[in-house]
C-alpha cells in the first residue's frame, strides 16, 4: 500500500470550527474530508459521549490515537482532528510532518458556538469553566504542532478557509 498524507490537517479547541472548515477546504480543494471523531465512531459503532461514559476517557484516547495515526497515513485529502488529539504525545510527533491548520478562538467565542452541545463529553456541566481549563491546558500543544495559525474569532468559516488557503499559499 503506498502511503499518502492529508493536504492539511485541522486541528483546535471545541468550537473554533474545525469540521465546518475542513469541509470548506474540502470542497474548495476538490479533495475528500476526513473527521477523526466521525472515524472512531464509525469503528466502534456508538458515540464519543457513549464511549466517554461506556469505558471512559482512556479508552476513548486509544481508540482516537489510533484513528489519526491511520487518518495521517492514508487519508490525501483534508483531515480534521478531533480536539483533544493533540494531548497524545504519540499524535504531536506524527502531527510534525504534516502541515497543520490551528483554528484559534476566545472563551467567549468557543462558549457561544459550543452553547449548550451535550454531546461534548468533556464540556458536561459548567460548560464555560470547563471550556477554559481544556483551552488553557490544550492551547501550547496546538501552538506546538502548528505550522500555522488562524483566529476565527471575528471570521466566517469561509474567511477562515480563505486564510488557510492563503497559508499554504493556494
Known sequence: MTSTRPVVVVVGPPGSGKTTVAELLAARL???????????????????????????????????????????????????LGGGA???????ALLADHTVAHLDVSLAGAAARVGMNTGRPLLM????????????????????????????????PDQVADRILAEMGR
Open 30 to 80: 476538490g479533495v475528500a474530508v476526513r473527521d477523526t471523531d466521525q472515524d472512531v465512531e464509525a469503528a466502534e459503532g456508538e458515540s464519543i459521549q457513549d464511549i466517554f461514559v461506556g469505558r471512559g476517557e482512556p479508552v476513548f484516547r486509544e481508540l482516537e490515537a489510533a484513528a489519526v495515526a491511520e487518518a495521517l497515513s492514508t487519508h490525501d485529502g483534508v483531515l480534521a
Open 86 to 92: 493533540v494531548i497524545d504525545e504519540r499524535t504531536r
Open 125 to 156: 456541566g459548567n460548560i464555560r469553566g470547563q471550556l477554559k481549563k481544556l483551552m488553557d491546558a490544550r492551547r501550547p500543544l496546538y501552538q506546538q504542532v502548528a505550522t500555522f495559525t488562524v483566529d476565527t474569532n471575528e471570521l466566517t
